[in-house]
């Protein structure tokens, strides 16, 4: 295995298009957690799944954000109708089950609207 | 305010100097977590620690719980060390709050 796995690495779009990026976990985690950093900022919680489970959804989440993991392994973020102010790098993390396990991420895909 | 704040924001030291960057956390936590990131944006996990103190070749990470503040120290710095390092506490359901980070540049 690996590691976390993200495609594309760099997206540019237009205003307006629709955006979708993907996230594959280690194999064996079955959570998986969705961030979004600014320049300059740390990372901010976006959505997190366990399994195939959307268990939780920031407030930071648009109704233009979706994000699913149909069979509880990758996972899709999408962007829809993009806005200049969602370019940002778009982090995914694995991790096992169990309190405070280590946390696994991919190299992130950086989006740029253009 | 930031439930994780991290000091200083920017840091700047001679090869070889002993460095401490500092995390203060507002919430209850499970569990705190030093991360690195590099140019491009890979995150690294460096230390989890929920207690004490861990060690790992010239990186030290301690946590005081009850001040709800933790450290961590890079001995022997080296350029090598250049890199943003996060500071992020583990809340409900293993989600992470992360710090701003702190930009550390290390020159030779």
């Known amino acids: 295995d690996t590691g976390v796995s993200q495609n594309p690495r760099h997206k540019i779009t237009k205003r307006g298009q629709n955006v979708t990026f993907r996230c594959d976990p280690i194999?064996?985690?079955?959570?998986l957690y969705w961030y979004r950093q600014t320049l300059g900022q740390g990372p901010e919680f976006l959505t997190y799944?366990?399994?195939?489970?959307?268990?939780?959804k920031s407030r930071l989440l648009s109704d233009r954000f979706s994000a699913e993991r149909p069979k509880g392994s990758f996972s899709t973020l999408e962007i829809q109708r993009t806005e200049q102010g969602d370019s940002a790098m778009y982090l995914c993390?694995?991790?096992?089950?169990?309190?405070?396990?280590?946390?696994?991420f991919g190299q992130g895909t950086r989006l740029t609207v253009v | 305010k930031n439930e994780v704040e991290q000091s200083p924001q920017n840091l700047t030291a001679q090869e070889g100097e002993f460095i401490t960057i500092n995390c203060s956390y507002s919430?209850?936590?499970?569990?705190l977590h030093w991360l690195q990131q590099h140019p491009g944006g890979g995150i690294v996990s460096l230390f989890m620690?929920?207690?004490g103190k861990k060690k790992h070749g010239r990186l030290i990470a301690t946590i005081n719980i009850q001040e709800k503040h933790s450290s961590l120290h890079i001995t022997a710095s080296h350029p090598r060390d250049s890199a943003v390092y996060i500071c992020?506490?583990?809340?409900?359901?293993?989600?992470?709050?992360f710090g701003a980070g702190t930009i550390l540049r290390v020159k030779s």
């Open positions: 993390a694995s991790s096992a089950q169990g309190s405070d396990t280590e946390a696994f």
């Open positions: 194999s064996e985690h079955n959570r």
């Open positions: 799944f366990q399994n195939e489970a959307q268990l939780e």
């Open positions: 919430v209850g936590i499970s569990a």
């Open positions: 620690l929920s207690s």
């Open positions: 992020a506490a583990t809340l409900g359901g293993n989600k992470l709050v």
